[in-house]
Protein backbone atom coordinates (compact mmCIF):
# COMPACT_ATOMS: atom_id res chain seq x y z
CA UNK A 1 0.00 0.00 0.00
CA UNK A 2 1.84 3.14 -1.13
CA UNK A 3 1.59 6.04 0.37
CA UNK A 4 3.50 9.02 2.71
CA UNK A 5 3.20 8.49 6.73
CA UNK A 6 3.48 11.02 9.62
CA UNK A 7 3.84 10.40 12.69
CA UNK A 8 2.77 10.86 15.40
CA UNK A 9 -0.82 12.47 14.72
CA UNK A 10 -0.72 14.48 17.86
CA UNK A 11 2.17 15.50 19.55
CA UNK A 12 2.90 17.77 22.79
CA UNK A 13 5.84 19.27 24.59
CA UNK A 14 7.21 21.61 26.74
CA UNK A 15 8.55 24.54 25.66
CA UNK A 16 11.83 24.55 25.18
CA UNK A 17 12.39 21.01 24.30
CA UNK A 18 13.24 20.03 20.93
CA UNK A 19 11.32 18.10 19.05
CA UNK A 20 11.35 15.77 15.85
CA UNK A 21 8.25 14.56 13.31
CA UNK A 22 8.37 12.24 11.08
CA UNK A 23 7.99 11.83 7.62
CA UNK A 24 8.12 8.68 5.56
CA UNK A 25 7.04 7.81 1.66
CA UNK A 26 7.32 4.79 -0.33
CA UNK A 27 6.44 6.71 -3.34
CA UNK A 28 9.85 6.65 -5.02
CA UNK A 29 9.69 10.11 -4.68
CA UNK A 30 12.76 12.07 -5.01
CA UNK A 31 11.54 15.27 -3.51
CA UNK A 32 10.03 15.85 -0.44
CA UNK A 33 8.59 18.57 1.60
CA UNK A 34 7.65 20.17 4.77
CA UNK A 35 4.97 22.53 5.15
CA UNK A 36 3.44 24.64 7.88
CA UNK A 37 -0.15 25.36 8.61
CA UNK A 38 -2.00 28.03 10.97
CA UNK A 39 -5.54 28.03 11.77
CA UNK A 40 -7.27 29.46 8.79
CA UNK A 41 -4.36 30.43 6.45
CA UNK A 42 -2.47 28.40 3.87
CA UNK A 43 0.62 26.20 3.87
CA UNK A 44 3.93 27.73 4.42
CA UNK A 45 7.12 25.84 3.11
CA UNK A 46 9.62 25.06 6.05
CA UNK A 47 12.06 22.91 4.06
CA UNK A 48 12.57 20.79 1.17
CA UNK A 49 14.91 18.29 -0.35
CA UNK A 50 14.67 17.93 -4.13
CA UNK A 51 17.57 14.20 -3.69
CA UNK A 52 18.95 12.32 -0.78
CA UNK A 53 21.39 14.15 1.17
CA UNK A 54 20.74 17.91 -0.34
CA UNK A 55 17.57 19.93 0.91
CA UNK A 56 17.02 23.93 0.84
CA UNK A 57 15.21 26.24 3.24
CA UNK A 58 11.97 27.16 2.21
CA UNK A 59 10.07 30.79 3.26
CA UNK A 60 9.91 29.89 6.86
CA UNK A 61 12.78 28.00 7.80
CA UNK A 62 13.78 29.69 10.98
CA UNK A 63 13.75 27.75 14.15
CA UNK A 64 13.51 24.59 12.09
CA UNK A 65 16.24 21.70 10.94
CA UNK A 66 16.00 18.59 8.76
CA UNK A 67 17.86 15.83 7.26
CA UNK A 68 17.34 13.35 4.22
CA UNK A 69 19.95 10.43 4.54
CA UNK A 70 17.30 8.44 3.08
CA UNK A 71 15.33 8.74 -0.21
CA UNK A 72 12.39 7.45 1.73
CA UNK A 73 12.63 9.56 4.98
CA UNK A 74 12.35 13.40 5.86
CA UNK A 75 12.40 14.17 9.18
CA UNK A 76 12.21 17.81 10.82
CA UNK A 77 13.13 18.92 14.18
CA UNK A 78 11.47 21.98 15.28
CA UNK A 79 13.70 23.29 17.79
CA UNK A 80 13.65 25.56 20.64
CA UNK A 81 14.79 28.87 19.09
CA UNK A 82 11.40 28.23 17.01
CA UNK A 83 9.61 31.33 18.73
CA UNK A 84 5.93 30.09 18.19
CA UNK A 85 5.97 26.19 17.32
CA UNK A 86 2.40 25.39 17.68
CA UNK A 87 0.69 24.26 14.43
CA UNK A 88 -0.10 21.68 12.07
CA UNK A 89 2.78 20.30 9.91
CA UNK A 90 2.17 18.43 6.68
CA UNK A 91 4.64 16.58 5.08
CA UNK A 92 4.18 16.15 1.04
CA UNK A 93 6.60 14.38 -1.42
CA UNK A 94 6.67 14.70 -5.19
CA UNK A 95 8.72 13.04 -8.36
CA UNK A 96 11.57 15.74 -8.95
CA UNK A 97 10.68 16.60 -12.83
CA UNK A 98 9.26 20.07 -12.79
CA UNK A 99 5.51 20.87 -12.57
CA UNK A 100 4.65 17.56 -10.53
CA UNK A 101 1.41 17.27 -8.52
CA UNK A 102 2.41 16.98 -4.70
CA UNK A 103 1.28 13.99 -2.47
CA UNK A 104 0.28 14.59 1.23
CA UNK A 105 0.95 12.68 4.42
CA UNK A 106 -2.27 13.45 7.07
CA UNK A 107 -0.16 15.38 9.32
CA UNK A 108 0.99 16.20 12.81
CA UNK A 109 -0.46 18.68 15.23
CA UNK A 110 2.44 20.19 17.30
CA UNK A 111 0.93 21.24 20.20
CA UNK A 112 4.12 23.32 22.65
CA UNK A 113 2.68 24.34 26.17
CA UNK B 1 5.18 34.81 1.03
CA UNK B 2 2.46 33.54 -0.25
CA UNK B 3 1.32 33.54 -3.88
CA UNK B 4 -2.06 32.74 -4.37
CA UNK B 5 -5.04 34.72 -3.33
CA UNK B 6 -8.32 33.08 -3.23
CA UNK B 7 -11.16 34.55 -3.41
CA UNK B 8 -14.36 34.02 -1.98
CA UNK B 9 -12.62 33.04 1.49
CA UNK B 10 -15.81 31.34 2.69
CA UNK B 11 -18.49 30.02 0.31
CA UNK B 12 -21.84 28.43 1.94
CA UNK B 13 -24.33 26.53 -0.96
CA UNK B 14 -26.86 24.14 -1.20
CA UNK B 15 -26.65 20.31 -2.55
CA UNK B 16 -26.89 20.33 -5.78
CA UNK B 17 -25.80 24.15 -6.54
CA UNK B 18 -22.64 24.90 -8.32
CA UNK B 19 -19.44 26.09 -6.09
CA UNK B 20 -17.08 28.84 -8.08
CA UNK B 21 -13.73 29.68 -6.36
CA UNK B 22 -11.43 32.19 -7.62
CA UNK B 23 -7.82 32.15 -7.47
CA UNK B 24 -5.34 35.38 -8.68
CA UNK B 25 -1.57 35.02 -8.19
CA UNK B 26 1.54 37.76 -9.01
CA UNK B 27 4.33 36.30 -10.68
CA UNK B 28 4.88 34.36 -13.91
CA UNK B 29 4.15 30.14 -13.80
CA UNK B 30 4.48 27.26 -15.08
CA UNK B 31 1.53 25.60 -13.89
CA UNK B 32 -1.66 25.90 -11.33
CA UNK B 33 -2.55 23.02 -9.12
CA UNK B 34 -5.95 23.27 -6.67
CA UNK B 35 -5.99 20.95 -3.99
CA UNK B 36 -8.61 20.12 -1.16
CA UNK B 37 -8.04 19.63 2.51
CA UNK B 38 -11.06 18.28 4.60
CA UNK B 39 -10.74 19.55 8.55
CA UNK B 40 -7.49 18.28 10.09
CA UNK B 41 -6.32 16.17 7.65
CA UNK B 42 -3.49 16.19 4.78
CA UNK B 43 -4.48 17.86 1.10
CA UNK B 44 -5.50 15.84 -1.49
CA UNK B 45 -4.68 16.53 -5.38
CA UNK B 46 -7.63 17.94 -7.99
CA UNK B 47 -6.06 18.99 -10.89
CA UNK B 48 -3.11 20.17 -12.70
CA UNK B 49 -3.51 23.20 -15.00
CA UNK B 50 -0.23 23.88 -17.41
CA UNK B 51 0.03 27.45 -18.14
CA UNK B 52 -0.58 26.86 -22.00
CA UNK B 53 -4.24 25.39 -21.26
CA UNK B 54 -6.83 27.19 -20.75
CA UNK B 55 -9.59 25.17 -19.73
CA UNK B 56 -9.43 21.30 -17.88
CA UNK B 57 -11.80 19.01 -16.65
CA UNK B 58 -11.99 15.67 -14.34
CA UNK B 59 -15.10 14.85 -13.61
CA UNK B 60 -17.69 17.65 -11.84
CA UNK B 61 -14.76 20.23 -11.68
CA UNK B 62 -13.43 22.09 -14.13
CA UNK B 63 -10.80 24.69 -13.96
CA UNK B 64 -9.55 28.17 -16.20
CA UNK B 65 -6.57 29.13 -16.42
CA UNK B 66 -6.29 33.16 -17.74
CA UNK B 67 -2.68 34.18 -17.93
CA UNK B 68 -2.70 37.65 -18.85
CA UNK B 69 -5.11 38.17 -15.75
CA UNK B 70 -2.65 35.72 -13.39
CA UNK B 71 -6.23 34.07 -12.29
CA UNK B 72 -7.76 30.79 -12.37
CA UNK B 73 -11.45 29.42 -11.13
CA UNK B 74 -12.50 25.97 -9.74
CA UNK B 75 -16.22 25.01 -10.56
CA UNK B 76 -17.58 22.41 -8.63
CA UNK B 77 -20.52 21.30 -10.72
CA UNK B 78 -23.77 19.83 -8.96
CA UNK B 79 -22.38 19.66 -5.19
CA UNK B 80 -22.66 17.13 -2.81
CA UNK B 81 -22.45 17.42 1.34
CA UNK B 82 -19.00 15.40 0.75
CA UNK B 83 -17.63 18.50 -0.92
CA UNK B 84 -17.37 20.78 2.09
CA UNK B 85 -13.92 20.69 2.67
CA UNK B 86 -11.31 24.09 2.22
CA UNK B 87 -9.78 24.28 -1.18
CA UNK B 88 -6.56 25.58 -2.18
CA UNK B 89 -4.69 26.81 -5.72
CA UNK B 90 -0.79 26.07 -5.40
CA UNK B 91 1.60 27.99 -8.31
CA UNK B 92 4.66 26.11 -10.06
CA UNK B 93 6.40 29.68 -10.23
CA UNK B 94 8.40 29.43 -13.83
CA UNK B 95 12.36 28.61 -12.97
CA UNK B 96 11.29 27.51 -9.46
CA UNK B 97 11.92 23.66 -9.98
CA UNK B 98 9.06 21.61 -8.00
CA UNK B 99 8.42 24.00 -5.42
CA UNK B 100 4.54 25.06 -4.87
CA UNK B 101 3.67 28.40 -3.60
CA UNK B 102 0.05 27.55 -1.49
CA UNK B 103 -2.94 30.53 -1.09
CA UNK B 104 -4.75 31.17 1.30
CA UNK B 105 -7.86 28.54 0.45
CA UNK B 106 -11.65 29.06 0.32
CA UNK B 107 -13.69 27.46 2.94
CA UNK B 108 -16.80 25.30 1.21
CA UNK B 109 -19.59 24.55 3.32
CA UNK B 110 -22.16 22.74 1.44
CA UNK B 111 -25.71 21.98 3.03
CA UNK B 112 -28.58 19.49 3.00
Known amino acids: DGGITQSPKYLFRKEGQNVTLSCEQNLNHDAMYWYRQDPGQGLRLIYYSQIVNDFQKGDIAEGYSVSREKKESFPLTVTSAQKNPTAFYLC????????????FGPGTRLTVL | SQQGEEDPQALSIQEGENATMNCSYKTSINNLQWYRQNSGRGLVHLIL?????REKHSGRLRVTLDTSKKSSSLLITASRAADTASYFC????????????FGTGTQLKVEL
Open chain 2, 49 to 53: IRSNE
Open chain 2, 90 to 101: ATGLTGGGNKLT
Open chain 1, 92 to 103: ASSFRTGGDTQY
